[in-house]
């Protein structure tokens, strides 16, 4: 549970004590500021469906309120707001960056999330191109420990 305090000297709102993913706890360290996430657009909804195809191997379901997709319960592919993401290897990440537009995936503007790649229009316009990275970041995806 974090409580919030206020730092008397500024007036800034901090966590009093909160719990990392390794399980620690860190005193006294900033909330995170107010996120607007964008709306989930139905046609990216739309095109994650067409770029899956049905693949028995991904489940989806909601991450940040959009859907996707999760191999071996690991997220490989996904909608935020407009855009199509794909979580890729090195080697995959080295290769996509090369596309003009492809640009890291920010959940959070100024926090990139490794590995995370979204699809430029360009390149979702091209069916057969953007299924082959879809394809790439799902077997990418299984080949992690699975959660």
């Known amino acids: 549970m974090v409580s919030t305090l206020y730092e008397p000297a500024c007036g800034v709102p901090v966590a009093a004590d909160r719990i990392t993913h390794g399980g620690g706890i860190i005193r006294g360290s900033p909330l995170p500021p107010t996120m607007k996430l964008p709306k989930p657009s139905a046609e990216a909804a739309q095109r994650l469906q067409t770029l899956l195809s049905g693949d028995p191997r991904v489940e989806v379901r909601k991450m940040f309120g959009h859907p996707a997709a999760f191999a071996n319960g690991n997220m490989c592919v996904g909608t935020f707001g407009d855009d199509v993401f794909v979580r890729l290897d090195e080697p995959g990440v080295r290769a996509l960056t090369k ?3 492809v640009r890291p995936f920010e959940p959070m503007p100024g926090r990139p999330m490794k590995q995370y790649l979204v699809l430029p229009p ?8 953007s299924k082959k990275w879809v394809q790439r970041s799902i077997e990418y995806a299984l080949t992690l420990p699975p959660k």
Do not use: E, F, I, Y
């Not at 360009?122 to 191109?129: C, G, H, V």
């Open 99 to 101: 596309v003009t537009g």
């Open 122 to 129: 360009s390149l979702l316009k091209n069916s057969a191109q």
